[in-house]
């Protein structure tokens, strides 16, 4: 068992504090809140016995009784998947976890940040550990990615990422499972990467390694960096429809003239909404 941290009755899940914002991201994407009869329930994370470690940490951050198990079983991917489970049974932690926004049962679609102060790097890190990705594409980019069903962390992680790094992403669900893929690479990888996993953090050892190892990648000479992507404002939209010539829209509007016949098609197939009056 892990030693307790002694400050940890005082300050459990104290989202302000960097460590109990990261464990409880971790928990919101990676963890599973169940009730029974009698007031009984419990909270347990499953995760690749390599990255036990971190189990390790929240069992010694949490001042309640729990415990981390291993065990070997069959899966989809592998006959002989080994994985490591964090057990939490505390009625008092429970609560306290559900209040903060970890819901009993299925909870995929609805997390969602926090409402109270909490620590936005080091709770986005836990998420992004949880349920995300961090390394080189095959091409041998720098990449960040989230996948995720909510729609609420899917738009913090775009709001947060475009103040660290500039880079705009809008949010939308793949047709195929219905989720968010939400991918950021090269520098903007860089600068979010270096951003979140900052020295000493709380953070799975092997995606903190990821993290620092994008800062060796160097923009190939002559590849050109792409202009940021300018939103169409409602104005634009209302110009453009007066006009009705994609040609005429992109000298009126600075735009080149295939992105102003594509917003036309858009506007008039309904596949973006009308300017309002």
């Not at 620590?119 to 080189?136: C, E, H, K």
Request: charged residues 25%; hydrophobic residues 35%; proline residues 5%.
């Amino acid at each position: 068992m892990a030693e307790q941290d002694p400050s940890a009755t005082a300050r459990f899940m104290d989202l302000t504090d960097p460590r109990y914002a990261y464990m409880f991201g971790f928990l919101q994407a990676d963890g599973h809140l169940s009730e029974q009869s009698r007031r009984r329930g419990r909270l347990t994370v499953e995760i690749s016995v390599r990255d036990i470690h971190i189990l390790h940490e929240f069992q010694r951050l949490t001042p309640y009784a729990s415990s981390v198990s291993e065990r070997v079983r069959g899966t989809n991917f592998s006959s002989q998947h080994h994985s490591a489970t964090w057990a939490l049974c505390a009625l008092e932690a429970r609560t306290t976890l559900n209040e903060l926004g970890l819901p009993y049962g299925r909870k995929s679609a609805t997390i969602m940040p926090p409402h109270l102060e909490f620590s936005r790097r080091d709770y986005l890190r836990g998420v992004i550990d949880a349920d995300g990705s961090v390394g080189f594409t095959g091409q041998g980019f720098p990449f960040v990615s989230l996948t995720t069903a909510s729609t609420a962390i899917g738009a913090f992680l775009c709001d947060y990422a475009r103040e660290i790094t500039g880079a705009e992403r809008r949010i939308k669900r793949n047709a195929r499972d219905d989720i968010y893929n939400i991918v950021y690479t090269k520098e903007a990888a860089m600068h979010l990467a270096e951003h979140l996993y900052y020295p000493g953090c709380l953070a799975l050892l092997r995606k903190q390694t990821a993290a620092d190892s994008l800062t060796s990648w160097q923009r190939p000479a002559g590849m050109r960096i792409a202009p940021p992507r300018r939103r169409w404002s409602q104005t634009d939209d209302r110009i453009l429809l007066r006009l009705d010539d994609p040609a005429a829209a992109a000298r009126s509007l600075d735009r080149t003239e295939q992105s102003c016949a594509m917003r036309l098609w858009r506007l008039r197939t309904g596949r973006v909404p009308m300017p309002g009056a």
